[in-house]
């Protein structure tokens, strides 16, 4: 089992930043592809960035390219999601999760790979 717990969500205004954190324990964090996905009301579940176990790779979708980072310390057990140039858009439930995934898919965008969730934080962004 992994327990994930995000931080660092909150209000903030169009134009804005956050860093979201996501603290991670129980089986060994850097076995895990880690992802970053969000929710807004009346909406799917969607991804936003995913890095591999060692941050060599990382994948974002279209939608926050140029605009967002996924980071992540092992040592620390943590991803990270730096948060710049924030649009309304962006206001959503922010959820971590995390993968075991092979070693020629390092990183995933698709939920169903992901086997541990985040309870997630709230990210509201004022126009």
């Known amino acids: 089992q992994v327990q994930l717990v995000e931080s660092g969500g909150g209000l903030v205004q169009a134009g804005g930043s956050l860093r979201l954190s996501c603290a991670a324990s129980?089986?060994?964090?850097?076995?895990?592809?880690m992802g970053w996905f969000r929710q807004a009301p009346g909406k799917e579940r969607e991804f936003v960035a995913g890095i591999s176990w060692n941050g060599g790779t990382t994948y974002y979708a279209d939608s926050v390219k140029g605009r967002f980072t996924v980071s992540r310390d092992n040592a620390k057990n943590t991803v990270y999601l730096q948060m710049n140039s924030l649009k309304p858009e962006d206001t959503a439930v922010y959820y971590c999760?995390?993968?075991?995934?092979?070693?020629?898919?390092?990183?995933?965008?698709?939920?169903?790979?992901?086997?541990?969730w985040g309870q997630g934080t709230q990210v509201t962004v004022s126009s």
């Open positions: 999760a995390a993968a075991t995934l092979t070693s020629i898919v390092v990183v995933s965008s698709e939920l169903s790979d992901y086997e541990y």
């Open positions: 129980g089986r060994t964090f850097s076995n895990y592809a």
